[in-house]
Structures are given as C-alpha cells and as structure tokens.
C-alpha cells in the first residue's frame, strides 16, 4: 500500500474516533436511553422511510437480516412499531411507529437536537457554518463513492 493512502487512512480513522467521542457514541446506550445506536438508527429509519420493509431497513442500514429481525421483535414487544400487511402483497408487511413509537422518536430526537446543539453553541457563527460546509463537503464526496 502506498504511503500516502495508507496515510489518509489513519487520519479518516482518527477523525472517526475523534467524532464518535465528540458525540458520546461510545456509551454502550445513547441520548440517555435504553437504545443502542443501531436500535434508534432503526427507528429513525422506521418512522421517516415510506414504505418501510425489514428488507429495505436490512438493506439501507447494511444490518444482518436475523440481527434486524430481533430488534424488530423486541420493538413490537414493547409497542414502539407495528406491521401492516400491504394491500397488494400479503406477504409485504410494512413497519410503522406506533403512537407510543412516535412519542419515543419525539424525545430522543429532541435530545439529539440538544446534544448537537451543544456543541454548536461552543463556536463562532463562522466556524459553525464552516463545519456545516466541511460536513456537507463529505457527504457528497462519499456519496459519490458508494451509496451510504
């Protein structure tokens, strides 16, 4: 490998573990809930994808489909998602938040709002809407790359 893409490397990975610190994603439960990062990504996904599927959530989220299917199981249980079969395919269920889903989506969303927030409030109007740029920047460079 040659020296200069083996240092991108290391310096992507630490801007990796920088970021995951900056945002507290190293607790094993996030937001001050009882959800892994994976579970509330789920239910993100779930409450804002029209026409949620598990094969589009395994897809999109690049889950393992028996991993997925245990989180689905454990959110009916608790009365966070339902399912409905869909009116052409009965073997289509699709995935929706209850209202007790949609209430839980609610809070967490408002603490991530805070979460970033908090850091935001911490710099200059410049330097916010420089990082805003740099973090758009990435996202369509790596978008271009591969269907993140």
Request: hydrophobic share 35%; aromatic share 6%.
């Amino acid at each position: 490998m040659q020296e200069k893409l083996k240092k991108e490397i290391r310096d992507i990975r630490q801007f990796n573990r920088y970021y995951t610190n900056v945002l507290g994603l190293l607790d094993r439960h996030i937001l001050d809930s009882v959800f892994s990062l994976s579970e509330v990504r789920i239910l993100y996904e779930i409450a804002n994808m029209e026409f949620c599927t598990a094969k589009l959530l395994s897809a999109k989220l690049f889950l393992d489909q028996g991993y997925l299917s245990r989180i689905l199981k454990s959110f009916q249980q608790q009365g966070l998602i339902e399912k409905q079969r869909s009116p052409k395919d009965g073997r289509v269920q699709y995935l929706k938040l209850s209202a007790a889903g949609q209430d839980r989506m609610h809070v967490l969303s408002a603490k991530s709002d805070k979460q970033i927030a908090e850091i935001l409030n911490t710099l200059s109007d410049t330097k916010r809407t420089e990082l805003t740029h740099c973090m758009k920047c990435i996202e369509e460079i790596l978008e271009g790359a591969h269907h993140v």
